[in-house]
């Protein structure tokens, strides 16, 4: 199975100022149809999880454009270009190329 | 607009069985493949399974910590899905959530819990 191993597992950010996650995946995301499916979800405290980003890089509807993804094969990247206090909570990286899907363990937020 | 609605959880003792259902509105079910993931407390999102529409022959996969344990199944007259778990752990206490194929949409969530 395919393992995503995000880093860092804690990120603290001051207000105003930047912040970025990577994830990692074991094996390659480039599926045979050409696409990669590599997804960011964020998980606000006490709420249910909310896609933010699909396909490597493409933003959900409503999703603030200070949220962009990035990167290709095996290394992915979530950057925030500038943290807000309702950024705070739990981002996980999921790979949906392979069977069974996988998430990565959560980059918990919080403001400085 | 997209509604999902858990319902069913609770607490069961080791070794039981429960049944949580998801009811959905806003979209066309019968045309969507429906997921569950899980998250126990304090941690993170768990793929559980998924379950293809009737057209795409209707079939269930599973994640390895629920097959041959939990069945996936769908009522498209009444825009359900339904997890069925048996041989209930106490490792299977968390909050399911059901969502669409794609995790565009996910419900709140129910809570099961095991234990003794």
């Known amino acids: 199975d395919v393992v995503m191993t995000q880093s860092p597992l804690s990120l603290s950010v001051t207000l105003g100022q930047p912040a970025s996650i990577s994830c990692r995946s074991s094996?390659?995301?480039?599926?045979?149809?050409?696409?990669?499916?590599l997804s960011w979800f964020q998980q606000r405290p006490g709420q249910s999880p909310r896609r933010l980003i699909y396909?490597?890089?493409d933003r959900d509807s409503g999703v603030p454009d200070r949220f962009s993804g990035s990167g290709s094969g095996t290394d992915f990247t979530l950057k925030i270009s500038r943290v807000e206090a309702e950024d705070v909570g739990v981002y996980y990286c999921?790979?949906?190329?392979?069977?069974?899907?996988?998430f990565g363990q959560g980059t918990k937020l919080e403001i400085k | 607009e997209v509604q999902l609605v858990e319902s069913g959880g609770g607490l069961v003792k080791p070794g039981g069985s429960l049944r949580v259902s998801c009811a959905a509105s806003?979209?066309?079910?019968?045309?969507?493949?429906m997921s569950w993931v899980r998250q126990a407390p304090g941690k993170g999102l768990e793929w559980v399974g998924r379950?293809?529409?009737?057209?795409?022959?209707?079939?269930?996969d599973y994640a390895a910590p629920a097959k041959g344990r939990f069945t996936i199944s769908r009522d498209d007259s009444k825009n359900t899905v339904y997890l069925q778990m048996n041989s209930l752990k106490t490792e299977d206490t968390a909050v399911y959530y059901c969502?669409?194929?794609?995790?565009?949409?996910w419900g709140q969530g129910t809570l099961v819990t095991v234990s003794s």
């Open positions: 094996q390659s995301l480039l599926d045979s149809d050409g696409n990669t499916y």
């Open positions: 969502a669409t194929w794609g995790l565009d949409y």
């Open positions: 806003g979209f066309t079910f019968s045309n969507a493949w």
């Open positions: 999921m790979q949906a190329t392979h069977w069974p899907r996988a």
């Open positions: 379950i293809k529409r009737k057209s795409d022959g209707g079939t269930a």
């Open positions: 396909k490597v890089s």
